[in-house]
């Protein structure tokens, strides 16, 4: 018999207390089902803590399957819990339900779950009340005390890596926005990469050792690096075609149907560079560790690519394009 009705202390035992037993990460002292949750942080760790809401119509459309729902809002904060070089270890869920709804929730656990079987994290507490949909997670993580990465770490000279590709998210938004399928295997990426980005937690926890600076690509590539620049209090020589951008972006029979406000390549490039939601890593290194960064990234199974240097004078400059400098404002209006 289906069920229709739920409170809420019967939905958190159903559904969340459930999943936190099927899906351990780091070891809680005290998890769901009491007032508070207990933790202990090993000697020599500091806590790393981000949360981040979405809201249905604001961050997702509103039909977006459950599934997706749960998967992200959990992806976006490991993504940060990687950006500071720290291991994801526990998480706590706010969840504001229209109605309740089995198959919904049974959708966004799946999604939840999937990620914390790719990325081991423990959910340890939470809320749940009715209202218009919206999820909040709070994620925690370890890193070695003194060495989180942080945006104010690059220094004049510093080498600027991106990881993996960018632009496949904007393209799966176009995709969505434009009512496009995604009949493609290069456009099915783009939008899997929207829906279901894999945050870049192996390469962030590698990093904490080598990196002076890091920041994970969500409002888009160039006013990343800027929140990375303008922290460190310097700027940046780039070169624009260096970045690895979506092949779909690469292939202007797939462009055309974008109607991107530039659709030639160097605007699809543009677009790539500004569009938000990959959850790639931005970072800066001492050149010496150019060699380091490379056999970390191999090991984290994830590519790396240099594109850039960090210099004293403010203002991110192409200098493949006769030193042009960039604007990452300039670049959101397609
Ligand atoms: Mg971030």
């Given at each position: 018999m289906p069920v229709l009705y739920m409170n809420e202390f019967a939905l958190i035992a159903t559904y969340f207390k459930t999943l936190s037993e099927r899906v351990l990460g780091a070891r809680c002292d005290l998890g769901i089902g009491d007032d508070a949750a207990l933790v202990t942080v090993p000697l020599g760790k500091q806590l790393a803590i981000t949360a981040d809401t979405l809201v249905s119509g604001v961050?997702?459309?509103?039909?977006?399957?459950p599934f997706d729902i749960g998967y992200k809002a959990l992806a976006v904060n490991l993504s940060d819990l990687a950006a500071m070089g720290a291991r994801p270890a526990w998480f706590t869920l706010c969840l504001t339900l229209p109605q309740f709804s089995d198959p919904w929730l049974q959708g966004f656990c799946a999604g939840l779950e999937t990620l914390m079987r790719e990325i081991p994290v423990t959910l340890i507490g939470g809320d749940t009340t009715r209202g218009p949909l919206a999820i909040t997670i709070q994620a925690m993580g370890l890193v070695d005390s003194g060495c989180a990465l942080r945006r104010d770490g690059a220094k004049p000279g510093d080498d600027i890596f991106v990881s993996g590709c960018v632009g496949d998210a904007g393209v799966g938004l176009r995709l969505v926005t434009q009512n496009?399928?995604?009949?493609k295997s290069i456009l099915n990426t783009a939008q899997l990469r929207l829906n279901r980005p894999l945050p870049r937690n192996a390469l962030g926890a590698a990093l904490g050792a080598v990196a002076s600076s890091c920041i994970d690509v969500s409002d888009g590539l160039l006013a990343d690096l800027g929140h990375i620049l303008n922290a460190s209090g310097t700027g940046a020589d780039i070169d624009v075609s260096a970045v690895p951008i979506s092949p779909a972006l690469l292939d202007p029979a797939l462009v055309a149907?974008?109607?991107?406000?530039d659709g030639s390549p160097q605007g699809a490039r543009r677009f790539a560079l500004s569009a938000?939601?990959?959850?790639e890593l931005c970072f800066t290194a001492h050149p010496d560790k150019r060699v380091q960064i490379m056999a970390l990234a191999q090991q984290a199974g994830v590519s790396v690519t240099r594109f850039g240097t960090v210099t004293a004078q403010p203002g991110i400059f192409d200098l493949a394009n006769g030193g042009v400098m960039l604007t990452p404002a300039g670049y959101s209006h397609f």
């Amino acid at each position: 018999m289906p069920v229709l009705y739920m409170n809420e202390f019967a939905l958190i035992a159903t559904y969340f207390k459930t999943l936190s037993e099927r899906v351990l990460g780091a070891r809680c002292d005290l998890g769901i089902g009491d007032d508070a949750a207990l933790v202990t942080v090993p000697l020599g760790k500091q806590l790393a803590i981000t949360a981040d809401t979405l809201v249905s119509g604001v961050h997702f459309p509103a039909d977006t399957v459950p599934f997706d729902i749960g998967y992200k809002a959990l992806a976006v904060n490991l993504s940060d819990l990687a950006a500071m070089g720290a291991r994801p270890a526990w998480f706590t869920l706010c969840l504001t339900l229209p109605q309740f709804s089995d198959p919904w929730l049974q959708g966004f656990c799946a999604g939840l779950e999937t990620l914390m079987r790719e990325i081991p994290v423990t959910l340890i507490g939470g809320d749940t009340t009715r209202g218009p949909l919206a999820i909040t997670i709070q994620a925690m993580g370890l890193v070695d005390s003194g060495c989180a990465l942080r945006r104010d770490g690059a220094k004049p000279g510093d080498d600027i890596f991106v990881s993996g590709c960018v632009g496949d998210a904007g393209v799966g938004l176009r995709l969505v926005t434009q009512n496009i399928a995604a009949d493609k295997s290069i456009l099915n990426t783009a939008q899997l990469r929207l829906n279901r980005p894999l945050p870049r937690n192996a390469l962030g926890a590698a990093l904490g050792a080598v990196a002076s600076s890091c920041i994970d690509v969500s409002d888009g590539l160039l006013a990343d690096l800027g929140h990375i620049l303008n922290a460190s209090g310097t700027g940046a020589d780039i070169d624009v075609s260096a970045v690895p951008i979506s092949p779909a972006l690469l292939d202007p029979a797939l462009v055309a149907p974008l109607n991107l406000v530039d659709g030639s390549p160097q605007g699809a490039r543009r677009f790539a560079l500004s569009a938000g939601d990959d959850y790639e890593l931005c970072f800066t290194a001492h050149p010496d560790k150019r060699v380091q960064i490379m056999a970390l990234a191999q090991q984290a199974g994830v590519s790396v690519t240099r594109f850039g240097t960090v210099t004293a004078q403010p203002g991110i400059f192409d200098l493949a394009n006769g030193g042009v400098m960039l604007t990452p404002a300039g670049y959101s209006h397609f």
